[in-house]
T-cell receptor, first 114, second 111 residues
Framework: EDQVTQSPEALRLQEGESSSLNCSYT??????LFWYRQDPGKGPEFLFT???AGEEKEKERLKATLTKKESFLHITAPKPEDSATYLC???????????????FGQGTILTVHP | EAGVTQFPSHSVIEKGQTVTLRCDPI?????LYWYRRVMGKEIKFLLH????????ESGMPNNRFLAERTGGTYSTLKVQPAELEDSGVYFC?????????FGPGTRLTVL
């Protein structure tokens, strides 16, 4: 069964204190790993898609990397506005479509204190 | 460009009643998805439309749930009759290619 596990469940940082969130996955036929940010009361907001091991993408203070078994979301010098739940999701090649369902992890709740 | 919209934002109903949720995808997006997050659990897939056709409905929990997408534009998700365990946040997402863009969700509470 496809599994996505995120760690830690919660992370508290001081402003400027860099860290990483982990997303490990057990799937066959990965067709993309997605990172989303979710603020309370809102829907997930798309951040990155990674397709192959070794790929990296950056956006402001965030950098996502991918290996064959896991992905990391690195946060450099975070600010309080980076506080949110970060979700990881995978898509596998199933049903003859490349645009199929996402399987989500439980998320990491990030709190950045000023 | 307008994002994915969902209506209503909140719904409180009693067990046994019927509720219909609506999703308007981003204009031009052929793929439309429904997901659900119940308390303390991860977001889980319900079903996937390509235009007006159901591509994958493997996540639908039972036959009390009925999804439609007439004309390949907006979609509705009807729960009839609602049970306590149907409470949660229902998200809709749409995509044209890889990335799925999510709406704000409908919070459903069944009493």
């Amino acid at each position: 069964e496809d599994q996505v596990t995120q760690s830690p469940e919660a992370l508290r940082l001081q402003e400027g204190e860099s860290s990483s969130l982990n997303c490990s996955y057990t799937v066959s036929g990965l067709r993309g790993l997605f990172w989303y940010r979710q603020d309370p009361g809102k829907g997930p907001e798309f951040l990155f898609t990674l397709y192959s091991a070794g790929e990296e993408k950056e956006k402001e203070r965030l950098k996502a990397t991918l290996t064959k078994k896991e992905s990391f979301l690195h946060i450099t010098a975070p600010k309080p506005e980076d506080s949110a739940t970060y979700l990881c999701a995978v898509r596998i090649n199933a049903g003859g479509t490349s645009y199929g369902k996402l399987t989500f992890g439980q998320g990491t709740i990030l709190t950045v204190h000023p | 460009e307008a994002g994915v919209t969902q209506f209503p934002s909140h719904s409180v109903i009693e067990k046994g009643q019927t509720v219909t949720l609506r999703c308007d995808p981003i204009s031009g997006h052929d793929n439309l998805y429904w997901y659900r997050r119940v308390m303390g659990k991860e977001i889980k897939f319900l079903l996937h439309f390509v235009k007006e056709s159901k591509q994958d409905e493997s996540g639908m929990p039972n036959n009390r749930f009925l999804a439609e997408r007439t004309g390949g534009t907006y979609s509705t998700l009807k729960v009839q009759p609602a049970e306590l365990e149907d409470s949660g946040v229902y998200f809709c997402a749409s995509s044209s290619h890889g990335e799925q863009f999510f709406g704000p969700g409908t919070r459903l509470t069944v009493l």
